[in-house]
């Protein structure tokens, strides 16, 4: 099988993990940089070139579509799907998943219990936005944030007030969600890949920090999960249509709740904290779902 990652780096951990696993299972595998990628759109003759040359026979794609990339990269994932290219992750779904709003709204709809989480635009309405989420500790975070990045807790209604106005002078959009002191700046990352979770870890902060990403200092120790746990990750994944996501779970009170849907989930953290090998995981779902080109 001939299988394409679109990542801006070949030297990235998750990337120069998928290409080893999937040379080991006897696969050809190129890693594309997107915003290489270039597209010819007409009726009954799509096409795509990479520095030069058409690109053809591919049998399957993984997207790795950094933040900044989101718009091109997506639209290069959407023609190769076009060109009748298998991927896991679609390019709707991708954008699904990226969008943390439109991401909640849709798990919302499906029944699936998260964080309390309000959303303004107008500065009259501010007051009256936050009073519908309640009393204070806020997160107020980037609507298309990650790692970490542009997530801030506010303690009180003022520091509130402020980063909101911050955020809205800058005309970044935002969500304002509820706090979950009980996580104890802990969360769950569930590792799903086609309709099961293969892997899971717990983060935990570091000293003085709410926020357990590993990139802003947290560890990670291998986690075992609730069937409970294990059903609101699948049903994640695929209320976005994702066939391999990262999907981050809070434990609260009132049970697991749903944080955030990752579309291009690290493997490093995973594999290091749980000993599983992920990536032969998804090139084994490739291998189910993808139909080589005669």
Partial sequence: MKIAILSRNARLYSTARLVEAARERGHVVRVLDPLRCYVRIAPGDVAIRYKGKALRDIDAVIPRIGTSSTFY?????????????????????????????????????????????????????????????????HVIKLNEGSQGTGVVLAEKRSASQSVVEAFRGLYANFLVQEFIGEANGSDL??????????AAMQRDASPGEFRANLHRGGSASAAILSAEEKRI??????????????????????????????????????????????SAQIIQHLEKHAKPKK
Wanted: neutral net charge; contains cysteine.
């Fill in 73 to 137: 990269g997506t639209a290069v994932l959407r023609q190769l799907e076009m060109m009748g290219v298998y991927t896991p992750n679609p390019s709707d779904a991708v954008l699904r998943a990226r969008d943390k709003l439109r991401c909640l709204q849709i798990l919302a709809a499906q029944g699936l219990d998260m964080p309390v989480t309000v959303f303004g635009d107008n500065p009259d309405d501010t007051n009256d936005v936050l009073a519908m989420l309640g009393d204070p500790p």
């Fill in 189 to 198: 990352r569930c590792f799903v890949v086609g309709k099961k979770v293969v």
């Fill in 233 to 278: 990750a699948v049903r994640a994944a695929a209320a976005l249509g994702l066939g391999i996501a990262g999907v981050d779970l809070l434990r609260s009170k009132r049970g697991p709740l749903l944080l955030e849907v990752n579309a291009s989930p690290g493997l490093e953290g995973i594999e290091a904290a749980t000993g599983v090998n992920v």
